[in-house]
């Protein structure tokens, strides 16, 4: 069929299943678009240096991405084109389908940005910078929301008080309900816990998986890597300007993870016997005890033949332990290997 052919079919039918048809044309574009897409970006500063190198990415409405990297990665400067704060050399991104070039106010309407480093009005109230945040977006007031976002964020009880008058951790806060004023379908936090205590920092990760359950996108980067492994769907990993992977998190842990097995034995030995030495082993004198690692995505994990050998070595166990490498030993191998 052609798509003339196609088109005049379209029109001869009834109003109302043509009417449907759009419908569900649209409902389908909708629902398989992701709400964040990114193609073959690139930066080069005038001096020479590559910033991002052709990077693609696709980020699907409702999920958490936590962007792992060492500093001078690339992570700011994505988020940057993204958010029209730089433009990019080559290669393109949308948001909700929106270029972020060409159709930048579609776009950047649908974006809330937390950046790293606190810029406030130190004598603004909060409620006050709030409402001017969503005015800057041409939205119109709206105290009902603006007292939801503040109490979702347990700034209520500030909501009179002046943003010099704040804790880091309360302007932070305050950062963050500035972002979410105008009702952006995507957040940016750029390094949301940087020199934030650790209780603070567990506040603050409830705090965004309360945002996900509102169905905001969140695409998070962090040093700390136990937060992404905390709160995050999926994991990217970039260095020197190219994205090396993105994963779901715990696919990653178990694809890439390596595990361990500690024996503590009954008796200390003064050396590993021979008979073991096949085995990837390691023994600590201080708690006479050996750890074997293995991969553990491998076919043969070698710890059935490991046990009856111990025993054929006249070894006798007291305990038995086991272990999986975290994200951070999966993140440090895969920058350090790249």
């Not at 302007?171 to 009702?183: D, G, P, Q, S, T």
């Not at 750029?190 to 169905?215: I, Y």
């Not at 750890?291 to 710890?303: L, P, Q």
Request: glycine share 8%; proline share 3%; charged share 25%.
């Amino acid at each position: 069929m052609t798509t003339t052919t196609a088109f005049v079919d379209r029109v001869r039918r009834p109003a109302h299943l043509a009417v449907a048809d759009l419908f569900i044309s649209f409902f389908e574009k909708t629902i398989m678009a992701a709400i964040l897409s990114i193609q073959n970006l690139s930066k080069q500063y005038d001096s020479g240096f590559q910033a991002l190198k052709n990077v693609n990415l696709e980020i699907e409405e409702g999920e958490i991405l936590a962007l792992l990297g060492p500093n001078g990665a690339g992570k700011t400067t994505l988020i940057s084109i993204i958010c029209g704060l730089v433009n990019a050399t080559s290669g393109t991104a949308t948001v909700g389908g929106f270029d972020v070039v060409d159709e930048f106010r579609k776009a950047r309407s649908l974006i809330g940005l937390v950046p790293q480093e606190i810029s406030l009005e130190p004598f603004q109230t909060v409620t006050n910078a709030l409402h001017f945040s969503r005015g800057l977006f041409g939205k119109g007031r709206d105290p009902a929301l603006i007292e939801d976002i503040l109490k979702k964020l347990s700034l209520w009880d500030k909501r009179d008080s002046k943003v010099v008058e704040l804790s880091g951790g309360m302007k932070r806060r305050v950062l963050i309900a500035k972002a979410l004023c105008h009702e952006p379908r995507v957040l940016f936090l750029d390094e949301p816990t940087a020199g934030v205590d650790v209780e603070l920092r567990k506040e603050m990760w409830e705090v965004v998986r309360q945002l996900k359950a509102d169905g905001v996108t969140i695409i998070l980067t962090t040093h700390y890597i136990e937060e992404a492994e905390a709160i995050a769907d999926r994991i990217g990993v970039i260095r020197s300007g190219e994205l090396l992977l993105v994963e779901d998190k715990d696919l990653l842990m178990r694809r890439m993870g390596q595990r361990q097995i500690r024996i503590e034995l009954m008796q200390p030995i003064d050396r590993i016997p021979d008979a073991l030495a096949s085995y990837n082993l390691e023994y600590s004198e201080e708690d006479q005890s050996l750890t074997y690692s293995y991969e553990a995505n491998g076919e043969r994990t070698g710890i059935t033949a490991l046990f009856s050998d111990l025993g054929k070595a006249g070894l006798i166990l007291r305990d038995v332990e086991t272990r999986q490498s975290s994200l951070e030993d999966i993140f440090v191998g895969l920058v350090e290997d790249k």
